[in-house]
């Protein structure tokens, strides 16, 4: 089975930037997508494709992919963004989804 | 706008079948646009995928979970549902029901609100 690796945690403080990493191989031939994770709230998509955005997200959220790896940049980060944040992506076959580790992002 | 809503029972015994329902408004289960799967999150841990069916009808499953899963569409219902064999108390999480869009593809960009499943005698 395939494995997407993220950083258990990320500090910020409000107005910096955080930047969330997900590794994994499958990630070189399939894109990857986001959500954000609150207590007690359903997982909302912030990036899909690796860099697409849906909408109704904000522009701060905005995602990038580089070889085995892709990454999620909440640029000017609110209070509101903490949260835990998972990366996703799909097995070579197309038949299997597969879930980061996910990172919880704390603003300080 | 597609909304999803999970039903079922919050509590399941040991050895017996959790069975839940999402129950879609806002566009047909029939339809070619979207997928529907599956998602749970145990107590303390992270998001992880069940299973999902496409408008062809075609299943896939997490092969850890493969052996005891279920995953079907009842377009006369307009809804899915889940079913997951001699659950364990290991199977306690919030049980989220998903859909991914076309446009999305290999995601899920709408969610249900969850429901809360318990495994206890």
């Known amino acids: 089975s395939y494995e997407l690796t993220q950083p258990p945690s990320v500090s910020v403080s409000p107005g910096q930037t955080a930047m969330i990493t997900c590794s994994g191989d499958i990630l070189s031939k399939k894109y990857g997508y ?23 997200i ?11 790896t892709v990454t999620l940049t909440i640029s000017g980060v609110q209070a509101e963004d903490e949260a835990d944040y998972y990366c996703q992506s799909i ?18 | 706008q597609l909304q999803l809503q999970e039903s079922g029972p919050g509590l399941v015994k040991p050895s017996e079948t959790l069975a839940l329902t999402c129950s879609v408004s806002g566009d047909s289960v029939s339809s070619y646009s979207y997928s529907w799967g599956w ?7 992270g998001l992880e995928w069940i299973a999902n069916i496409y408008y062809n009808g075609r299943t896939y499953s997490d092969p850890s979970l493969r052996s005891r899963v279920t995953i079907s569409v009842d377009k006369s219902k307009n809804h899915f549902s889940l079913n997951l064999r001699s659950v364990t108390a290991a199977d306690t999480a919030v049980y989220y029901c998903a859909s991914g869009s076309s446009r999305v593809n290999d995601g899920f960009d709408f969610w249900g609100r969850g429901t809360t499943v318990t495994v206890s005698s």
Do not use: C, H, M
Request: net charge positive; aromatic share 12%.
């Open chain 1, 34 to 56: 986001w959500y954000q994770k609150k207590p007690g709230q359903a997982p909302v998509l912030v990036i899909y494709k690796d860099s697409e955005r849906p909408s109704g």
């Open chain 1, 58 to 68: 904000p522009e701060r959220f905005s995602g990038s992919s580089s070889g085995t």
């Open chain 1, 91 to 108: 097995d070579n076959n197309n038949s299997y989804y597969v879930f980061g580790t996910g990172t919880k992002v704390t603003v300080l």
């Open chain 2, 39 to 45: 998602v749970r999150q145990s107590p303390g841990k």
